[in-house]
């Protein structure tokens, strides 16, 4: 099963004099994008503020991005900023700040098998305790974390065949389970990519 890329490094800190230069010359600076479920879902209630306001400022100067692997309108409750950009389901949603009209869906051509096999988990995945199965509209999770360590064999088995008979979908083993996505040729870089060539938002950095 393919495994979860690996986190990009961060980037280093550009020096205030580069800034300038990026800033005079012709082009886009800067694209800020946070990865939510790294840094922002755990996050303590005594933490989170003063993320959520230091998002706020970067968004007043920078076009700001906040990427995860939740379920677009989840995302955009959890964070709750409305100058954001938003890439739910690894990008395979993303919407712009409120003022936008940004709303794009990649995979939807894939809804109707995710959905048969969202039920095709919850009647033949074997029923032991601890098991979580989430439609997160393009993706599924099957969350193992709460099973007994002898049950999770036996459930890796009977995904494996629920998937052998949907081509079209794909699993990526995770920490906690699988989370099953279309079996397309994208991942969050892409999606980056392609919300870094919108011309508008282009249109927006070249004004910073």
């Not at 709750?80 to 739910?88: E, H, V």
């Not at 397309?184 to 508008?200: N, Q, S, T, V, Y």
């Amino acid at each position: 099963m393919p495994t979860e890329p690996r986190p990009s490094r961060a980037q280093q800190p550009v020096p205030r004099e580069a800034r300038s230069r990026s800033r005079a010359g012709a082009g886009p600076s800067l694209l800020v994008c946070l990865d939510y479920d790294t840094a922002l879902r755990d996050a303590t209630p005594g933490t989170k503020p003063a993320a959520l306001d230091m998002l706020r400022d970067l968004a007043g100067h920078h076009p700001t991005a906040v990427i995860s692997r939740l379920e677009l309108i989840e995302l955009r409750r959890r964070v709750g900023l409305p100058q954001l950009f938003y890439l739910g389901n690894h990008g395979l949603e993303i919407a712009g700040p409120s003022e936008s009209d940004i709303c794009w869906e990649f995979g939807a051509d894939y809804r109707a098998e995710l959905d048969d096999c969202y039920e095709a988990c919850l009647i033949e995945l074997p029923p032991v305790a601890g098991l979580v199965v989430e439609h997160r509209r393009y993706a599924l999770s099957v969350c193992t974390r709460r099973v007994a360590a002898e049950h999770v064999s036996q459930l890796d088995a009977a995904l494996a065949i629920l998937l052998a008979q949907r081509p079209r979908l794909r699993a990526r083993q995770r920490e906690d389970g699988h989370e099953i996505e279309p079996a397309i040729d994208w991942h969050r870089g892409k999606a980056l990519r392609r919300l870094r060539e919108l011309p508008r938002l282009l249109a927006r950095l070249s004004r910073h």
